[in-house]
């Protein structure tokens, strides 16, 4: 039975800190809080800019191993994907998520090739993982999910990739095939419901389990719930036992 990389997602500087400090083996960052965190749309709005502050700030308060999300890399053009992979690895980050989308296969598969080329001529040691979004976008009528995956998958591999990511997909025998078929590459799977728990995930074969912006989401959620009450009828019941403590977070910082 191989390893489960557990990873969580961290929207912002603050939150990266503290998902460190809970343990993780490391940590990613989720495109979608991210952007929200900035103040844009997430589905590649984020000027890259922002995306390679983000991460240098991140990684100088962690000192486990950082993975970005770069959605499409921001840009259809492939050279310009290698360059910010390039820009990411030098600010600390020692892989990448890059996505399909809407897009159709054979660019994603010159972006894979521009970042290889990219990070090699440099220097560096970045892992590419690669994800498909044919369950999460619905690409395909439901019978053909782990067929027209597997199909993409191959491309992907043949192009250089390092892992293949299938967020969206929760059914055990879908993941068995889709582990199978993406054979040697790691299979990455995202928690949505209904996913197994991560002792079958192992059994599975799956080696990453992210949470993707399932813990950004429920911080904003909870935030809402009690800036509401706040704002309704000003209660102070804002501390709780789920709050972390004031000298906790400035101690995750101290170093700055």
Same mark, same amino acid.
Request: glycine share 10%; aromatic share 6%; net charge negative.
């Given at each position: 039975?191989?390893?489960?990389?557990?990873?969580?997602?961290?929207?912002?500087?603050?939150?990266?800190?503290?998902?460190?400090?809970?343990?993780?083996?490391?940590?990613?960052?989720?495109?979608?809080?991210?952007?929200?965190?900035?103040?844009?749309?997430?589905?590649?709005?984020?000027?890259?800019?922002?995306?390679?502050?983000?991460?240098?700030?991140?990684?100088?308060?962690?000192?486990?191993?950082?993975?970005?999300?770069?959605? %499409?890399?921001?840009?259809?053009?492939?050279?310009?994907?290698?360059?910010?992979?390039?820009?990411? #690895?030098?600010?600390?980050?020692?892989?990448?998520?890059?996505?399909?989308?809407?897009?159709?296969? %054979?660019?994603?598969?010159?972006?894979?090739? /521009?970042?290889?080329? %990219?990070?090699?001529?440099?220097?560096?040691? *970045?892992?590419?993982?690669?994800?498909?979004?044919?369950?999460?976008?619905?690409?395909?009528?439901?019978?053909?999910?782990?067929?027209?995956?597997?199909?993409?998958?191959?491309?992907?591999?043949?192009?250089?990739?390092?892992?293949?990511?299938?967020?969206?997909?929760?059914?055990?025998?879908?993941?068995? #095939?889709?582990?199978?078929?993406?054979?040697?590459?790691?299979?990455?799977?995202?928690? *949505?419901?209904?996913?197994?728990?991560?002792?079958?995930?192992?059994?599975?074969?799956?080696?990453?389990?992210?949470?993707?912006?399932?813990?950004?989401?429920? %911080?904003?959620?909870? /935030?809402?719930?009690?800036?509401?009450?706040?704002?309704?009828?000003?209660?102070?019941?804002?501390?709780?036992?789920?709050?972390?403590?004031?000298?906790?977070?400035?101690?995750?910082? #101290?170093?700055?």
């Amino acid at each position: 039975m191989g390893h489960l990389l557990i990873l969580p997602n961290a929207w912002d500087v603050g939150s990266a800190g503290l998902l460190a400090s809970c343990g993780a083996e490391a940590v990613a960052t989720t495109s979608a809080g991210l952007a929200w965190s900035h103040g844009y749309r997430d589905g590649n709005e984020l000027p890259v800019r922002l995306l390679e502050a983000t991460v240098l700030a991140m990684t100088r308060v962690i000192d486990i191993p950082l993975t970005v999300d770069t959605e %499409a890399g921001y840009t259809h053009e492939p050279r310009a994907v290698g360059e910010l992979v390039v820009a990411l #690895a030098n600010a600390g980050a020692v892989g990448i998520n890059i996505e399909d989308g809407a897009d159709a296969p %054979a660019l994603l598969c010159a972006k894979i090739g /521009a970042v290889k080329s %990219a990070v090699a001529h440099a220097g560096l040691d *970045v892992f590419v993982n690669v994800r498909t979004d044919v369950y999460l976008r619905g690409l395909v009528p439901t019978p053909r999910a782990v067929e027209e995956t597997l199909a993409r998958a191959r491309q992907y591999r043949d192009a250089g990739c390092d892992g293949i990511f299938v967020p969206g997909v929760a059914a055990s025998d879908d993941i068995r #095939a889709l582990v199978d078929g993406v054979s040697p590459l790691p299979l990455n799977v995202m928690a *949505v419901p209904g996913l197994p728990d991560a002792a079958e995930l192992r059994s599975l074969g799956v080696r990453r389990l992210s949470a993707g912006a399932a813990l950004a989401s429920a %911080a904003f959620g909870r /935030a809402r719930r009690l800036a509401t009450a706040f704002l309704r009828d000003g209660c102070s019941a804002l501390w709780d036992a789920e709050t972390v403590p004031y000298t906790e977070m400035n101690a995750l910082f #101290a170093r700055g």
